[in-house]
């Protein structure tokens, strides 16, 4: 198969002589493009196809076994215990038209599995990206990205050979587009780990305020994301120690606290890190800022021979969505979920409600989180009433969430409920 | 029953079968003969046409895994091709994951 095409420019002279042979050369090797070219295209169009489908299949196996994985689960919980460990429990709809009727419901974010204020999309914007005419992604000129590397890591080494896409394709929202940084060293008993920083344009908007700050680590649950902070500084030195880098948790929410972790923005309190990242999304008070600082660290490495001669290790980590968002959100929301107890059990009472919501201080929560527990009057009967129906097959849990005055915008990310 | 496989089914060979011959065809101008002008339009014709296929053929293999790639990674509207299974997209099991693990986290 050749790299190069067959033809080959020929420079005529004007009206000069040509002979038969150049001309024969010419045509046949047009002739063998044109040959070579429709079959490439057939065979990658043939072998897409086929890829395509088989990775559809394992993505379909591999589905299947996580949906066993939460069944088993949720059996596991312990009696009396249920817990959200689906978006399948929301169950809205069933109350269509009655008193219970959803009208506002919460914003589901299936990327982060959150459930947030309904969001005003008309008026919500990204502070990266726009949408140029053509209907895709793009990102501004003024929009700069700086990556810092951390001293003691294996990027320090001035020899270390390093391969990255484009930081930019983290930022364009594409299906496949991925920033993956791979650092190539002689051995794998270190870590990797870097600050990426950016300017937030204010070319593309009119605003300088921020609430939403969403990341999802490449590879998937295989980077530590251990800090994520803003600066508000006019015109920011986009470097780690020449501006004022302040934690999104800037006040110290949920100190000490494991359970947290994973849903707070790090970087605050030592502790926080998260580890084996999973996508994240963090919702903050509108906050002015003027860039970004993103810490992430890669503890393993990819083994290989290079040129089948010494063994290397590659460090690969990056990111393969990054936005950071104005959002608009209305004043309150709500959703249901549908509560079934285990193993045939039947539910009487609930006797406590614990919302996983992390980004309101937890002296706050009962100002931005309420709840109503439905019943149905007898069983499987389509009527429903606030009043508790002893030995019920199934209850449902009616959840309100409201902005409250401190401008937090509540996100839950689960919860736990406990029932005699 | 019984399947038999011989080299035949070698994905190189079968793809083989599906070779694609260009519209353009090759005129010869014989040992300092001349070409006519219609036969040199002719060819430079079918190879315009050749080429704009071409391209055409280009684009939809970009769409293609565009196509395929928004259906991998967060369409949500992906089958398996051909049959009418429906395949949640990374973006769906990422965030299940995400979901089961936090619920192991609270149960412990």
């Known amino acids: ?420 | 029953m019984t399947d038999t496989y011989t080299g035949e089914i070698n994905p190189a060979f079968a793809r083989s079968k599906n070779l694609i011959e260009p519209l353009y065809q090759r005129s010869r101008s014989g040992y300092r003969s001349p070409v006519s002008s219609e036969s040199m339009n002719l060819e430079s014709g079918l190879k315009t046409v050749d080429i704009e296929k071409l391209y055409g053929l280009y684009l939809d293999l970009k769409t293609k895994l565009q196509y395929q790639l928004d259906n991998i990674y967060n369409d949500g509207m992906n089958d398996i091709p051909g049959l009418s299974t429906p395949v949640e997209t990374l973006a769906q099991q990422r965030q299940k994951l995400s979901t089961i693990r936090k619920a192991i986290g609270k149960m412990k």
Not at chain 1, 238 to 244: F, H, K, M, P
Not at chain 1, 303 to 315: E, L, R
Not at chain 1, 342 to 356: F, G, H, L, N, R
Not at chain 1, 364 to 388: H, P, Q
């Open chain 1, 1 to 420: 198969m050749p790299e190069n095409p067959y033809s080959k420019q020929h420079n005529q002279q004007f009206r000069g002589p040509s002979d038969s042979g150049a001309f024969n050369e010419t045509s046949e090797n047009n002739y063998r493009d044109l040959v070579y070219l429709y079959n490439k295209a057939n065979e990658i169009d043939v072998d897409m196809s086929a890829k395509y489908s088989a990775v559809m299949k394992d993505t379909y196996s591999l589905s299947q076994e996580i949906e066993a994985i939460r069944l088993e689960l949720a059996s596991l919980s312990p009696s009396s215990e249920v817990h959200y460990t689906s978006p399948s429990q929301k169950d809205d709809s069933r109350f269509d038209g009655g008193s219970y009727e959803v009208t506002a419901p919460l914003s589901f974010d299936g990327r982060f599995g959150t459930y947030g204020l309904p969001k005003i999309d008309a008026f919500s914007i990204s502070r990266l990206t726009f949408t140029n005419a053509e209907g895709d992604s793009d990102v501004p000129a003024s929009l700069n990205m700086v990556v810092e590397v951390e001293g003691a890591s294996v990027e320090a080494d001035a020899d270390v050979e390093v391969s990255t896409s484009s930081i930019y394709e983290a930022v364009i929202n594409k299906a496949g587009s991925v920033w993956e940084r791979n650092v190539i060293v002689d051995d794998n008993s270190s870590y990797a780990q870097l600050d990426l920083m950016l300017n937030l344009p204010v070319d593309l908007t009119s605003t300088d305020n921020i609430n939403t700050v969403e990341l999802i680590p490449f590879p998937m649950y295989g980077i530590d994301v251990l800090g994520v902070y803003l600066s508000s500084e006019v015109s920011p030195n986009l470097s780690r120690t020449g501006t004022t880098w302040v934690p999104l948790n800037k006040n110290d929410n949920y100190l000490n606290d494991p359970e947290a972790v994973g849903s707070l923005p790090p970087g605050a309190w030592s502790g926080d890190e998260i580890l084996s990242s999973a996508p994240l999304s963090f919702v903050i008070p509108n906050e002015k800022a003027t860039a970004i600082r993103i810490t992430l660290r890669q503890n393993s490495a990819y083994n290989t021979t290079k040129n089948g001669v010494t063994p290397k290790a590659i460090y690969s980590y990056g990111l393969s969505h990054l936005d950071v968002r104005y959002d608009r959100f209305e004043e309150s929301g709500k959703v249901i979920f549908k509560l079934e107890p285990k193993d045939a059990e039947t539910i009487s009472s609930i006797d406590s409600v614990t919302p996983y919501i992390y980004n309101v201080e937890q002296a706050a929560l009962n100002n931005v989180f309420s709840y109503r527990v439905i019943w149905e009057t007898s069983n499987d009967s389509g009527t429903y009433t606030l009043t508790s129906v002893p030995s019920s097959s199934k209850a449902w849990l009616e959840v309100t969430l409201v902005k409250d005055s401190e401008g937090n915008f509540p996100v839950l990310n689960g919860f736990k409920i406990t029932y005699s």
